[in-house]
């Protein structure tokens, strides 16, 4: 599933107009094998593993377009810094305020109270 996850993310990324480098695939695969949300230093020594000549700025820089193309999430959760997830699996977090753990939920469990949040008080969650 995840050669066929990767490919459909580039598809998109072509079709949106964006180029498919091997800095954005280095950090789409590393995304795509992630266990958890990472932080762009935590990506950028994982890919650099893989591929050496890949340089941290450029990281930074793709994972830049890659926001602004809608592909990947730039999140804060809680008091930590910034973390990258893929935009194509859409979910919230819940995050602990006492011991940082972050948990992915889908957004169907907030369906409701995003609709009664809405309606009451005019805020999108």
């Given amino acids: 599933m995840g050669d066929e996850r990767l490919e459909h993310i580039l598809a998109t990324l072509r079709s949106d107009g ?14 795509l094998g992630a266990r958890a949300h990472l932080t ?30 809608g592909v990947v999430v ?27 753990a972050v948990v992915e939920v889908p957004d169907d469990v907030f369906a409701s109270l995003a609709s009664v949040v809405r309606r009451r008080y005019g805020f999108t969650i």
């Fill in 18 to 31: 964006g180029r498919v480098t091997t800095a954005r695939r280095a950090v789409l695969e590393e995304l």
């Fill in 40 to 69: 762009a230093d935590e990506l950028a020594a994982r890919v650099q593993v893989a591929h050496p000549e890949i340089h941290r700025s450029t990281v930074y820089r793709t994972l830049d377009a890659l926001e602004r193309l």
């Fill in 74 to 100: 730039h999140s804060h959760l809680g008091h930590g810094g910034g973390v990258y997830h893929l935009a194509d699996e859409r979910h919230q977090h819940l995050v602990c305020e006492d011991c940082g």
